[in-house]
């Protein structure tokens, strides 16, 4: 199975759509997530402990973690490029969201805009994701606007050009960034 087919499974799935990339020799000892998580391994390597059983997992090799399995995590020397994608039951809560930037390693900032606020066409070199706690705000990349109300969440990745419209009432969020290991192929 190749990265295109991978993306498209997950999303026929219902799986939210997350690209990361992990440091070097990182280990997480075990743990479990409160989301089915399925991964494709785009370059570098990652094992993961099941059972007392580590499995490592290389570029174009695919695994899945159901919520609530137990398993530990070691990054190999050269760090992890993932495609992964994740699915709750019920909604994603703030608390969830703010967890998962916190394990992933993104920066946390909790912050909003006035009413109407608007950026120009502009991109990032850090990928950032978002969740609006209230009001709402409007993202366009590709030449297709979506807006993101209370609850909902988005992902900008590191150079991806996009202009952001604050709605009228302002807008609060938890905005997580991270600056990524280019993907290794």
Known sequence: ??????????????????????????????????????VFVLGGEITITRDNTPTTFRSGQCFAVPAGCPHAEHVGPEGVALLSGRRREGSLTREAFESDLRREGFEVVHGGQKGDFAEELHA????????????ETTVTRDNKSETFRAGQHCEIAAGCQHTTQVGPEGVAYIVGKATRRASMN
């Open 124 to 135: 990032h070199d850090f990928d950032v994701r978002i969740m609006v706690l209230s009001g």
């Open 1 to 38: 199975m190749d990265k295109t087919e991978f993306e498209a499974d997950l999303r026929r799935e219902g799986y939210r759509i997350v690209n990361s990339s992990v440091k070097p020799n990182l280990v997480a000892p075990n743990h479990c997530h409160d989301f089915d998580a399925k």
